[in-house]
C-alpha cells in the first residue's frame, strides 16, 4: 500500500503561483513513478504531469506545459507541482498519483491516488 498526502493548495489570483507537494509512504519512494491530475466541477479528472521514478523523464498535458514544473526529491519522500502563471481555467482539485510502472505514459488505472487539495485562480 501507498499512501500520499498533498499540500500546498488555496486561492491565488490569475498570474499567480503556487507549489502543491504530495509526501508519500509506504514503498520505496524511488520504485514509484509519480503524477499529478486535477478534476474541475463537473469535469472528469484529467492528466496534468508526471514524472520518472529517478526524475529523469517529466510529461505534461498540453494545457499546463511551459507553466506547470514537476519535481521530485527521492530523499524527502515527495513530489511537487509548481504552477505559475495559473489561469481561472486551473482551478480544480488536485490529485497526487503513485505507481510502480515504469515507462512514463503509461495508464494510471491501479495507481494510488490521494485525497486531494484545492486550487482556485480568482480572475
Known amino acids: 500500500q501507498v499512501q500520499l498526502v498533498e499540500s500546498g493548495g488555496g486561492l491565488v489570483q490569475a498570474g499567480g503561483s503556487l507549489r502543491l507537494s504530495c509526501a508519500a509512504s509506504?514503498?520505496?519512494?524511488?520504485?514509484?513513478?509519480m503524477g499529478w491530475f486535477r478534476q474541475a466541477p463537473g469535469k472528469e479528472r484529467e492528466f496534468v504531469a508526471a514524472?520518472?521514478?529517478?526524475?529523469?523523464?517529466?510529461y505534461y498535458a498540453d494545457s499546463v506545459k511551459g507553466r506547470f514544473t514537476i519535481s521530485r526529491d527521492n530523499a524527502k519522500n515527495t513530489v511537487y507541482l509548481q504552477m505559475n502563471s495559473l489561469k481561472p481555467e486551473d482551478t480544480a482539485v488536485y490529485y497526487c498519483a503513485a505507481d510502480g510502472r515504469g515507462v512514463i505514459t503509461d495508464s494510471w488505472s491501479d495507481a494510488y491516488w490521494g485525497q486531494g487539495t484545492q486550487v482556485t485562480v480568482s480572475s
Open positions: 509506504g514503498r520505496t519512494f524511488s520504485s514509484l513513478r
Open positions: 514524472i520518472s521514478r529517478r526524475a529523469y523523464s517529466t
